[in-house]
């Protein structure tokens, strides 16, 4: 497992044959999709590929300096780029609920959104709402995203959207009874990790919720990458594993593909290298399908959301 993280394990998956297409040239054109945290690192890089496939990409980014400067690498490479900015702080419920409303004014229909604005703090923060700030920036303000914008994902009707998680989160059991991290010895890693198992858990119960509007939801994880928030938040670790590390590209290689591949993937899994894994590795790790309903109940009335009960069937 540890082996297909790195940039072996990729380099080495591509060689095999089960190993799946390409998405064709020009596969999203006429399409529309959506990245956070596109300012650099595996947003960047997934922001460059879909724009090579056609699309029509905006970057979500906290500022204008970060959009207009991640507008400029993407252009630099691809001068006929169709490409243009949001601001958003993902972790800040105002700021995702004008955003959302800001794009379905301006934007006919969306396609893609890709969830993969990340942060991992040295301590205990929170947001301007109150939450935890890695369960605000990864479960919480993601799933508003969506929510408002999906007037503009219903009108595609054929809307994928990508939560990009962490190989991380196989060490972490979902914390139903504490998803704020109030109890206990705060530690950054542990929370992101919590936070992107909150992620994996939730993907088929919000397939559920977002598929009969004709969205698939996936999340995935990219393996371990070589990129600024890696070297700012865990230096040790790059400073070791440096020589083994993937390149932004190879990490954003199955966001990619997951969102323009023909004929669809399956909804409702969790990804890695163009396949579907398994989303428990380790002893102590499962939850229930209870569990999952109480910790969606729970973001639901954190973000005043309306829970349906098909959202609560057998794929959670």
């Known amino acids: 497992m ?24 020009g596969a999203l054109r006429d399409r529309t999709a959506l990245v956070t945290g596109a300012g650099s690192g595996i947003g960047a890089a997934t922001a460059l590929g879909l724009a090579k496939l056609g699309a029509r990409v905006l970057l979500c980014v906290r500022s204008q300096e970060k ?30 609920r004008k955003a959302g409303r800001d794009i379905i004014s301006q934007e006919p229909r969306l396609d893609v959104v890709v969830h993969n604005a990340g942060v991992l703090p040295s301590h205990r923060e929170e947001s301007a709402d109150g939450h935890e700030i890695t369960l605000a920036t990864h479960v919480l303000g993601p799933i508003l995203l969506t929510e408002v914008a999906r007037p503009a994902l219903r009108a595609s009707g054929k809307g994928r959207v990508i939560f990009v998680s962490s190989g991380g989160m196989y ?16 530690k950054g890693a542990t929370a992101y990790a919590r936070t992107k198992r909150m992620q994996v858990a939730l993907t088929p119960l919000l397939a559920q919720r977002w598929g009969p509007e004709g969205t698939d939801v996936h999340s995935m994880h990219p393996g ?5 928030g890696v070297v700012d938040a865990l230096p040790g670790f ?3 594993m440096k020589p083994l590390l993937r390149d932004a590209e190879s990490a954003a290689d199955t966001i990619v593909w ?15 290298d163009r396949r579907s894994r398994a989303a428990h590795r380790l002893p ?33």
């Open 2 to 25: 540890v082996g297909g993280f790195s940039r072996i394990g990729f380099a080495a998956r591509r060689l095999l044959p089960a190993w799946p297409d390409d998405p064709q040239s």
């Open 67 to 96: 959009g207009d400067a991640a507008e400029q690498a993407i252009r630099a490479e691809l001068p006929g780029a169709n490409i243009a900015t949001v601001i958003c702080d993902v972790s800040d419920l105002a700021s995702v």
């Open 171 to 186: 060490t972490q059991r979902l914390p139903v009874e504490d998803p704020e991290y109030l109890s206990g010895t705060y």
């Open 224 to 228: 371990w990458a070589d990129t600024p």
């Open 238 to 240: 790059h400073k070791v």
């Open 258 to 272: 997951l969102a323009a591949s023909q004929p669809p993937p399956p909804p409702g899994r969790f990804w890695h």
């Open 284 to 316: 102590g790790t499962h939850q229930s399908a209870e569990d999952v309903i109480r910790l969606w109940r729970y973001c639901a009335q954190a973000l005043d959301l309306n829970v349906d009960d098909a959202d609560l069937g057998e794929g959670c």
